[in-house]
């Protein structure tokens, strides 16, 4: 293969119950990469459209990332990789833009070097290219970005993901305001320790929630889309979260949180129809606010990141 293009999906990280270990894939909107080799060897980011990210290497998500890959095979190799980005989802949205930029830079490479690593291995490379955004290497963007669907990080040390099927029409609506909430700031916000009384509340929480994708039930999901962890310090954050919640609960969504460390909002939801509805909520709530705002919605995405011609 000389040359491939990619779609790489937004996703929603947490799920609300599953801090830094549950994320979905979200294609209503995601990021388009291509990736050509080149004769001389070595990886070069020739341009990026639609954000003002840096084009240096190790300053790049999606060049960290291709570099981690493209340095295991260096020696095997005669040629270089060129990227070119066209960012669709804004950085800082808290829709997974840096776990897209890092999911489709690992499937491009993957691609071109022909790699034949396990997926975790890839997910683990892509994690070293969102820790230049984020800070911090977790999975829970970046896996479902790449897979598709729910992903569950049931270990880091070793690293351990697993795809969750629900055979429900699961859809989302994502909400989010142009406001600034970056990643750092809102993991700082958050206490380093919680007493145990709530860590088993929300194990059981979590538990549950997965219980109900799997078992693809929807009162129990609904019943365990619940966050008493981290949503009390960061929905402070995110301006009219709490009526923006009851709109959506209003309108019977499963559940509705934080999207990520936010700025964005979800409500997950059954059928298309209940999601136009929740959105028209939110749309209405949205418009009175003096903040500009994009709002989305789809279904739940099996593909995660895939080829486009
Ligand atoms: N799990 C991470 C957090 C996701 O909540 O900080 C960041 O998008």
């Not at 569950?152 to 629900?166: A, E, N």
């Not at 129809?273 to 929740?278: D, G, M, N, V």
């Not at 939110?282 to 709002?295: G, P, R």
Request: charged content about 20%.
């Amino acid at each position: 293969m000389e040359k491939i293009s990619v779609f790489a999906p937004a996703s929603v990280a947490n799920v609300c119950a599953g801090y830094d270990v549950l994320g979905f894939s979200f294609a209503a909107v995601g990021d388009h990469m291509h990736f050509e080799k080149t004769p001389e060897k070595g990886v070069r980011i020739s341009e990026i459209t639609g954000a003002e990210l840096p084009l240096t290497l190790e300053d790049n998500v999606a060049g960290v990332a291709v570099k981690a890959l493209y340095n295991r095979f260096e020696t095997q190799i005669d040629f270089g990789i060129d990227i070119r980005i066209e960012k669709k989802i804004k950085p800082g949205s808290g829709i997974g833009s840096s776990a897209a930029s890092a999911a489709g830079a690992i499937f491009g490479a993957d691609a071109l070097l022909n790699s034949q690593l396990p997926s975790t291995e890839l997910i683990s490379l892509a994690m070293k290219g969102e820790a230049v955004a984020s800070g911090c290497e977790h999975a829970d963007n970046v896996a479902p970005s790449l897979l598709g669907g729910f992903s569950l990080i049931s270990s880091y040390h070793p690293l351990t993901v697993s795809s969750i099927y629900c055979d429900l029409d699961l859809h989302a609506v994502v909400l989010h305001p142009k406001i600034e909430v970056k990643t750092k700031e809102a993991r700082a916000v958050l206490p380093s320790k919680i007493p145990l009384t709530l860590a088993t509340e929300q194990w059981g929480h979590l538990a549950g929630l997965i219980l109900g994708l799997t078992r693809s039930d929807a009162e129990l999901i609904s019943r365990h889309l619940t966050d008493l962890v981290i949503e009390p310090h960061r929905k402070n954050l995110i301006p009219k979260f709490e009526q923006y919640k009851s709109a959506a609960l209003d309108e019977k969504a499963l559940g509705f949180g934080i999207s990520g460390s936010g700025p964005s909002v979800f409500a997950l939801c059954e059928g298309s129809q209940s999601a136009e509805q929740i959105k028209a909520n939110m749309m209405q709530i949205a418009s009175a606010q003096d903040y500009d705002f994009s709002l989305y919605s789809g279904e739940i995405d099996n593909k995660g990141t895939h080829e486009i011609r």
